[in-house]
């Protein structure tokens, strides 16, 4: 179960590692966050505790266990302050999760309503609480189980949370294997040991299509996906950049947003790269009639093209795919960017 917005305060005597502690900070403005606003954001964070981890693009964990006596307040109250300070400085409003760990404060915002933007989502330190709240959520609900552990589990009958806590290690091993079991079971029971890990976003760029109206079409998706690709390659290119990660969000018609990242075989900018692992973002989602808003691609990690190595290539599709790349790139910088475009290129939004 969860609660929202509770002022219970810090018992005395009670260890402040015993108590919610841990803020999951979801921001939530139109479309993408620009880089200096979602910069901004963080060190927002960072007045109430120097323990924030970005999560890009519009994301991030802060461990306020250090804050509650100084600021008086419990740390609902601290996810109250977030909330007031975005909205005062940069008119974005944020979902917060608070719980005693990283998943189920993750989890606790995502348990937001639709529609509901800017609430504060609370599971309380206890076993019973916990139990509770992740009592009936299906296996896909707990961070870091993904379809095919979730569709292994559910042919078993471990279709809800509660029957993958009560279902014995030995069996759970058996399924998945020891080191996925051992993992599943700790979050089935709510315990997550991961701590929030102080880190600076990585480098990036992102760019994103709004569809005209709620989109059903995966074929329209798919050239959506071709033509951001296009243009990260493109502006990763022009600027001698190449890219460590893609992150792919997806944004519904209900206002909720799913984000997934696959870090590449090699840092590029190649073109066809980019979009062959927009493309397997995507279908991993398993998207079929969802009604999708927005999609929206992110280059991470970015350095300096001079500074990475290049595997060598004994393809000839893929050598001539490059020379061709280069060609259009050319072209672009003598007659503009529209002078090259992808078959399948959608007008961005």
């Known amino acids: 179960m969860t609660t929202e917005n509770?002022?219970?305060?810090?018992?005395?005597?009670?260890?402040?590692?015993?108590?919610?502690?841990?803020?999951?900070?979801?921001?939530?403005?139109?479309?993408?966050l620009a880089e200096d606003v979602y910069q901004g954001l963080?060190?927002?964070l960072g007045e109430v505790t120097p323990v924030v981890e970005a999560l890009p693009p519009d994301a991030a964990l802060a461990d306020v266990r250090g804050a509650l006596r100084y600021f008086g307040r419990d740390a609902a109250g601290l996810a109250e302050i977030v909330r007031v300070r975005a909205l005062a400085r940069y008119g974005v409003d944020c979902t917060v999760g608070v719980a005693?760990?990283?998943?189920?404060?993750?989890?606790?915002?995502?348990?937001?309503?639709?529609?509901?933007?800017g609430t504060v989502r609370t599971v309380p330190d206890d076993p019973d609480a916990v139990a509770g709240f992740l009592a009936r959520k299906p296996p896909i609900a707990l961070p870091g189980v993904g379809p095919a552990t979730a569709r292994a589990l559910c042919a078993y009958g471990l279709d809800t949370t509660e029957r993958i806590a009560a279902a014995p290690l030995s069996t759970l091993q058996r399924i998945l294997g020891a080191a996925t079991a051992r993992r599943v079971h700790a979050w089935a029971h709510g315990i997550d040991p991961a701590p929030v890990t102080p880190n600076a976003p990585a480098r990036a760029m992102g760019a994103e299509h709004r569809f005209d109206r709620d989109e059903l079409d995966p074929v329209r998706r798919r050239r959506a996906l071709l033509t951001l690709a296009d243009e990260l390659g493109i502006r990763l290119r022009t600027s001698g950049q190449i890219a460590a990660r893609l992150s792919l969000t997806v944004r519904y018609a209900d206002r909720s947003s799913t984000t997934r990242s696959r870090a590449l075989t090699e840092p590029t900018g190649h073109t066809p790269v980019l979009t062959a692992t927009a493309y397997a973002l995507h279908d991993a989602l398993g998207l079929q009639r969802a009604r999708v808003r927005s999609i929206s691609l992110r280059a991470e990690g970015l350095m300096s093209a001079e500074l990475a190595s290049h595997q060598l290539s004994f393809d000839a599709a893929e050598d001539k795919a490059r020379r061709a790349e280069a060609a259009a790139d050319r072209a672009r910088a003598r007659f503009g960017v529209s002078a090259v475009r992808p078959a399948g290129f959608l007008d961005v939004a």
């Open 42 to 44: 963080l060190a927002l």
């Open 6 to 32: 509770p002022r219970e305060p810090h018992e005395p005597g009670r260890p402040a590692e015993a108590v919610a502690h841990v803020l999951y900070v979801r921001f939530q403005g139109e479309g993408v």
């Open 100 to 117: 005693a760990n990283p998943m189920l404060a993750r989890m606790a915002a995502h348990d937001s309503p639709p529609n509901t933007p």
